[in-house]
C-alpha cells in the first residue's frame, strides 16, 4: 500500500525548463545578498522563503488548477484580495512612506503581489469566455473595471510602481485578446487623458519628481535623481567581467540604496559585469519563451490567457526593473522576478510556476 507521502511525490509534476531558471535566478539574488553584510541577515531570511517558495511551488504542481475556471471559486478570491488591499487602509504597516504591508506574527505580507496573480486570473477567465466578442468596446470597459479596482487600492497606499504593473498586466491581456485598431486608439487616448488628470490632480509632490528626473535624471544627484545616479554607476562600474563577488563597492560601502530589492539588478553588474547581465536576461528569456510554449499548447483559452498574463507580468517587472537601474527609466520601486529581496513578491511568483506547470499536466488535449 502506497503512503500519502509517497502518493504525493508521485503527483508532483516538475516543469524543468522553468523550474531551473527560476533557481538560478533565486540563487543569483541570494549570492548577490550574501556579499554585502557580515551578519548576513538578508541572506538568511531570503534562503528561508526560497525554501518556503519552492515548497508551495511543488504542492501547487500537484492540485488540479481547472478548478479556477469556475466563477464560484474566482470571485470569492477576487473579493478576499480586495478586503484585504481595503484592510491596509486601517491596519496596514507604512514602509518608507507606503502603507502597503500586513503584519501576520512575525512576518509582513504585502497584499499587492498575489493581486498581481488574482487580477490575471479575473481577466483569463473574462477573456476566456468572450475572446470572439473582445472587439466590443464594452468587453474592455467591464475587464477595465475589474483591473481598476485593484489598481486605485494599490495606488491610493500609495504604491505607484504596484499599481503601473496591476495597469501594465491588463493592457498586456487586452492587446494579446484582440483588441481592434480602433479601440486601441481610444485606449491609448484615454490613457493619455488619465495621465494628464493624475499629474494635475492625483500625483504626490515625490512621484512628480521621479518622473522629472526620469526625463533628466541627473539635474538633481543628491535629491531625486540620487538613486538613479548611484545605479547607473553601478553598472557602469562593473565593466566587462565585473569586480567579482562582495567587491561591488557601490552597494558593499552602501552608495547604493535598497540594493537587495529595488536595485539588485545594479548591484548584480557591478559584481558580474557586462557578460553577467546578459546570461541573468537570458534566464530570463528561458523563462518567458517556456511559458509561452506552454500557454500555445494549452488545452483551453483559460489556461492561455493565463500563461499569456504570467509573461506580461513577468516581463514588465524585469524590464521596469533593469531599466530604472540603468537610468533609462524612472525608479518606481519594482522588484526583480525570483531575485529581489522579500517573500511576499517570490511566493507569489513560484505560485504561478506551480500553477502553470500543474495546468501543463491536466491541459494536454486539444484547444476547446
Known amino acids: 500500500m502506497i503512503s500519502p507521502f509517497l502518493r504525493f511525490f508521485e503527483r508532483i509534476n516538475i516543469d524543468w525548463y522553468a523550474f531551473v531558471p527560476a533557481v538560478l535566478l533565486s540563487f543569483v539574488g541570494l549570492v548577490t545578498m550574501d556579499s554585502f553584510s557580515s551578519d548576513n541577515y538578508f541572506y538568511f531570511r531570503q534562503s528561508i522563503w526560497i525554501l518556503v517558495s519552492i515548497s508551495i511551488y511543488l504542492v501547487a504542481t500537484t492540485v488540479d488548477w481547472r478548478l479556477l475556471r469556475g466563477t464560484k471559486i474566482l470571485v470569492p478570491i477576487f473579493v478576499i484580495t480586495l478586503l484585504a488591499l481595503v484592510t491596509l487602509f486601517s491596519v496596514g504597516e507604512v514602509t518608507r512612506g507606503v502603507q502597503s504591508w500586513l503584519r501576520i506574527g512575525a512576518f509582513m505580507f504585502q497584499p499587492s503581489d498575489p493581486a498581481k496573480l488574482v487580477i490575471i486570473l479575473m481577466l483569463s477567465k473574462y477573456f476566456s469566455r468572450r475572446h470572439i466578442e473582445i472587439k466590443n468596446l464594452r468587453h474592455i470597459f467591464i475587464s477595465g473595471i475589474y483591473a481598476f479596482l485593484i489598481f486605485i487600492l494599490v495606488f491610493l497606499q500609495p504604491d505607484f510602481g504596484g499599481a ?59 535629491g531625486s535623481g540620487y ?127 506551480g500553477v502553470l506547470s500543474s495546468m501543463r499536466r491536466y491541459s494536454q488535449g486539444p484547444r476547446l
Open 227 to 353: 538613486n538613479t545616479y548611484q545605479s547607473t554607476v553601478a553598472v557602469g562600474s562593473g565593466g566587462v567581467l565585473g569586480k567579482g563577488i562582495g567587491q561591488g563597492s557601490q552597494s558593499k560601502l552602501l552608495f547604493l540604496p535598497e540594493y537587495e530589492t529595488d536595485f539588485i539588478f545594479a548591484a548584480f553588474v557591478e559584481e558580474w559585469g557586462f557578460v553577467g547581465g546578459v546570461v541573468l536576461l537570458a534566464l530570463c528569456l528561458v523563462l518567458i519563451i517556456r511559458i509561452i510554449n506552454n500557454a500555445q499548447l494549452a488545452a483551453t483559452n483559460f489556461e492561455t490567457f493565463f500563461g499569456l498574463g504570467v509573461v506580461i507580468w513577468l516581463s514588465i517587472q524585469i524590464v521596469v526593473h533593469a531599466g530604472m537601474n540603468m537610468g533609462v527609466l524612472p525608479v518606481t520601486g519594482i522588484t526583480f522576478p525570483f531575485m529581489s529581496y522579500g517573500g511576499s513578491h517570490l511566493v507569489t511568483e513560484w505560485l504561478a510556476l
Open 164 to 222: 503601473m504593473v496591476i495597469l501594465g498586466i491588463w493592457l498586456g491581456m487586452v492587446l494579446v485578446s484582440g483588441i481592434s485598431k480602433k479601440h486601441l486608439a481610444f485606449v491609448m487616448v484615454l490613457g493619455v487623458v488619465t495621465s494628464v488628470i493624475l499629474w494635475m490632480f492625483v500625483f504626490a509632490p515625490y512621484q512628480k519628481a521621479r518622473i522629472v528626473s526620469f526625463i533628466h535624471p541627473f539635474a538633481d544627484i543628491y
